[in-house]
């Protein structure tokens, strides 16, 4: 059974950086690209970043790129989620997931982590 255990998410202010952790277990985390998602109020989970299996290249969305960076330690299962310049659209709770879309995951995803940036 997949585990998805996020972690790290507090209130920061505009600018500040935070790093968030995901714990993986109940799969072979070496073998899957891993991504981060988020859910702001009333909006629709989306995904910001992909970390292949392959060559731990990531890919991110726009609105991230340049603020963020996912690392993998495949030794430990878990991935990280530097976040720098940190600004209030990025208030979300944040989820990972062995997966680079939400409808590619089909497992219970973990209960997140809430991150909230004041102005």
């Known amino acids: 059974e997949v585990q998805l255990v996020e972690s790290g998410g507090v209130l920061v202010q505009a600018g500040g950086s935070l790093r968030l952790s995901c714990a993986a277990s109940?799969?072979?985390?070496?073998?899957?690209?891993i991504g981060w998602f988020r859910q702001a109020p009333g909006k629709r989970r989306e995904g910001i970043s992909c970390t292949s299996s392959k060559d731990g290249n990531t890919f991110y969305v726009d609105s991230v790129k340049g603020r963020f960076t996912v690392s993998r330690d495949n030794a430990k299962n878990t991935v990280y989620l530097q976040m720098n310049n940190l600004k209030p659209e990025d208030t979300a709770v944040y989820y990972c997931?062995?997966?680079?879309?939400?409808?590619?995951?089909?497992?219970?995803w973990g209960q997140g982590t809430q991150v909230t940036v004041e102005e």
């Open positions: 109940g799969f072979t985390f070496d073998d899957y690209a």
């Open positions: 997931a062995p997966a680079c879309t939400t409808s590619r995951f089909r497992g219970s």
